[in-house]
T-cell receptor
Framework: EDKVVQSPLSLVVHEGDTVTLNCSYE??????LLWYKQEKKAPTFLFML????IEKKSGRLSSILDKKELSSILNITATQTGDSAIYLC?????????????FGQGTTLQVKP | GAGVSQSPSNKVTEKGKDVELRCDPI?????LYWYRQRLGQGLEFLIY????????KSGLPSDRFSAERTGESVSTLTIQRTQQEDSAVYLC????????????FGDGTRLSIL
C-alpha cells in the first residue's frame, strides 16, 4: 500500500532556530512531492519537487528531494512565530493519470517567542 | 475570486440528514479534487474530476457519498443519511489540466454530525 510518513509529528522551537522536517514515501507510481503549510484553514502550496537533488527556495524556506532515499526535507531558517503551522507533505500518485495526492500525517510546528 | 471557494464553512446537522457541500474552483482549472481530513488524521482522497467527468471515485467511502460537477466549474459533494463518522473537514482543491500539477486548496467545510 502506498504511504507517506512525516517526522517528527510535532516540534517546538524558539524564534531564530532552524528546523528540518522530514518526509519519506513509498509510492509505486511517484510523480512529484509537494509541501503545504496549513494554518487555520486551507493548506497553502509551498513547493513542488520532481527532480532529485535540486533545491527549491523561497525566502527562509527551502526543500530538496532525494529519489534514491525516497525522501524529502523542508528546512526553515531563522524561524518566526508566524511559521507556526502544520506542514503537510504529499506525493502525486501517477497511477491512472489522476494526479491525486497521498498525504502524510503532517508535522505540527510551534515557534515560541 | 482568485482562490478556491467552499461553502458553507461550517455545517452542523443531525445524524441521518443529507448534506451538500459546494466548491468553486480557480477559474480555468479543469481538474478538481475532494479530500477529507478527520481529526488527527492526514488528508484522504475522495474523488477526482477532469472537466465534468469523474474518472476516479475510488476514495468515496460508501455509496452514501456522491459528487457532481457542472460547467467544468462548480462541484457539489453530497452525503446522504449522515453518520457520526462522517464528521470531518472536507477540502476541495483544483489544478490546471495534467496529472503533475500543484493543487490549490479551499478553506474547507467543517462538518459536524450530532
Amino acid at each position: 500500500e502506498d504511504k507517506v510518513v512525516q517526522s517528527p509529528l510535532s516540534l517546538v522551537v524558539h524564534e531564530g532556530d532552524t528546523v528540518t522536517l522530514n518526509c519519506s514515501y513509498e509510492v509505486t507510481n511517484f510523480r512529484s512531492l509537494l509541501w503545504y503549510k496549513q494554518e487555520k484553514k486551507a493548506p497553502t502550496f509551498l513547493f513542488m519537487l520532481t527532480s532529485s537533488g535540486i533545491e527549491k527556495k523561497s525566502g527562509r524556506l527551502s526543500s530538496i528531494l532525494d529519489k534514491k532515499e525516497l525522501s524529502s526535507i523542508l528546512n526553515i531558517t531563522a524561524t518566526q512565530t508566524g511559521d507556526s503551522a502544520i506542514y503537510l507533505c504529499a506525493v502525486i500518485d501517477g497511477s491512472g493519470n489522476t494526479g491525486k495526492l497521498i498525504f502524510g500525517q503532517g508535522t505540527t510546528l510551534q515557534v515560541k517567542p | 475570486g482568485a482562490g478556491v471557494s467552499q461553502s458553507p464553512s461550517n455545517k452542523v446537522t443531525e445524524k441521518g440528514k443529507d448534506v451538500e457541500l459546494r466548491c468553486d474552483p480557480i477559474s480555468g482549472h479543469t481538474a478538481l479534487y475532494w479530500y477529507r481530513q478527520r481529526l488527527g488524521q492526514g488528508l484522504e482522497f475522495l474523488i477526482y474530476f477532469q472537466g465534468n467527468s469523474a474518472p476516479d471515485k475510488s476514495g468515496l467511502p460508501s455509496d452514501r457519498f456522491s459528487a457532481e460537477r457542472t460547467g467544468e466549474s462548480v462541484s457539489t459533494l453530497t452525503i446522504q443519511r449522515t453518520q457520526q463518522e462522517d464528521s470531518a473537514v472536507y477540502l476541495c482543491a483544483s489544478s490546471l489540466m495534467g496529472s503533475n500539477q500543484p493543487q490549490h486548496f479551499g478553506d474547507g467545510t467543517r462538518l459536524s454530525i450530532l
